[in-house]
Structure formats: C-alpha cells, structure tokens
T-cell receptor
Framework: QKEVEQNSGPLSVPEGAIASLNCTYS??????FFWYRQYSGKSPELIMS??SNGDKEDGRFTAQLNKASQYVSLLIRDSQPSDSATYLC???????????WGAGTKLIIKP | SQTIHQWPATLVQPVGSPLSLECTVE??????LYWYRQAAGRGLQLLFY??????ISSEVPQNLSASRPQDRQFILSSKKLLLSDSGFYLC???????????????FGQGTRLTVV
C-alpha cells in the first residue's frame, strides 16, 4: 500500500516566522512531488512541484526533497495570515496515473 | 490556457434520489480526468479516473459510477444516494503519463453535496 504521511496539525506559527511542513512517502519509485494549498471550503491549488533532490525556491516558498530519506518538505518564509490553510502533499510514482495524497496539515498563522 | 468547470457548486439531495455531477475541461486534449471525494477534515479519496473516452477505472466500490462520453467531459452519477455520499466532490485533470515527470493535477471548484 503506497502511503503519504503528514502531521494533521494544526501547526500554529506567528506572523513573520518560518512555517515548516513535512511529508513522508513509502514508494521509493516516486518521481514527482507536489504541494497544494487548500483554503476552507475551496478546492486545492498547486503551489510547488519538485522532482530532484535538494531545494526549489519560488518566492516565499521553498520545497525540499530528500529521496534517500523519502521525505519532502515545504518552508514558508515571512508567514502571513493569508497562508493559513491546509497544505496537502501529493506524490506520483512512475508506474501509474495516480497521485497519492497525504491527509494534509492545517497551518494557522497568528497575527 | 486550460480551465476546468465543475457544477453545481452546492447541492442538497434527499436520500434515494439520483445524482449527476458534470465536469468539463477546456484548452487541452486527451486529459486524464479524476473524481475525488473529500470528507470534512479529511484527505482526498480517489473515486474514479479516466485516461480516455469510455475508459473508467474505479478505485473504491460504492454507490457511485462515472462516465466519460466525450474527451473533455467527465460525469459522476448515482442512481440512489445514501447519507454516506455526503461530502466535497472534486473533479481534476492532468496530462500525466507513465514514467513522466510533472503531471500535476488541477482542480475544479468542487461540489458540496449534502444528502438529507
């Protein structure tokens, strides 16, 4: 059974601090990794994708991938109240058409 | 650019009534299409996916069915709704293929279904 694990939270971070979200996966054949943000009552929206080991930065967001340890993380710098949402990790292996989803981490940014 | 339309946004249906949710994609050809359900406070549960017209794979045996009558149209149906069918239904598309990087999924606005 291929799995993606996330801490459900909530993770509470003060405004302006760095929020760190983590995700582990079980399938070593995984090749593509995604972070989605989902506001309450809304559909998920893609914020980051990463395919190679190391860091990938996009504005205030940095995705980190470590395939040897089978984890992927998302850092949000200078956290804003508008970053408060549930963050979903999704992983795709090279053997099928599906994304495997974590249950999400609820992030709360306190002003 | 690609867009995905899903409707209706909200729906309240009595137990035992039928269901039809529709999703269409614009701006791409031969997308892979997905129906997900998300219970309150939970992750995404894949219900069906389709890699082409008339090709439907079911992930979870249940009271629902899906059809893909056209390349960019995906329909979720039920003949008789159950209370347990309540949830947030999401249609998504991607252009992924086996062994290919990328292949992120893009979501419609979702349908909030309440069965009463």
């Amino acid at each position: 059974q291929k799995e993606v694990e996330q801490n459900s939270g909530p993770l509470s971070v003060p405004e302006g601090a760095i929020a760190s979200l983590n995700c582990t996966y079980s399938d070593r054949g995984s090749q593509s990794f995604f972070w989605y943000r989902q506001y309450s009552g809304k559909s998920p929206e893609l914020i980051m994708s990463i395919y190679s080991n190391g860091d990938k930065e996009d504005g205030r967001f940095t995705a980190q991938l470590n395939k040897a340890s089978q984890y992927v993380s998302l850092l949000i710098r200078d956290s804003q109240p508008s970053d408060s949402a549930t963050y979903l990790c999704a992983v795709k292996s090279d053997s099928n058409y599906q994304l495997i989803w974590g249950a999400g981490t609820k992030l709360i940014i306190k002003p | 650019s690609q867009t995905i339309h899903q409707w209706p946004a909200t729906l309240v249906q009595p137990v035992g009534s039928p269901l039809s949710l529709e999703c269409t994609v614009e701006g791409t050809s031969n997308p892979n299409l997905y129906w997900y359900r998300q219970a309150a406070g939970r992750g995404l549960q894949l219900l069906f996916y389709s890699v082409g017209i008339g090709q439907i794979s079911s992930e979870v045996p249940q009271n629902l069915s899906a059809s893909r009558p056209q390349d960019r149209q995906f329909i979720l149906s039920s003949k008789k709704l159950l209370l347990s069918d309540s949830g947030f239904y999401l249609c998504a598309w991607s252009v992924l293929g086996r062994g290919r990087l990328g292949s992120e999924a893009f979501f419609g606005q979702g349908t909030r279904l309440t069965v009463v």
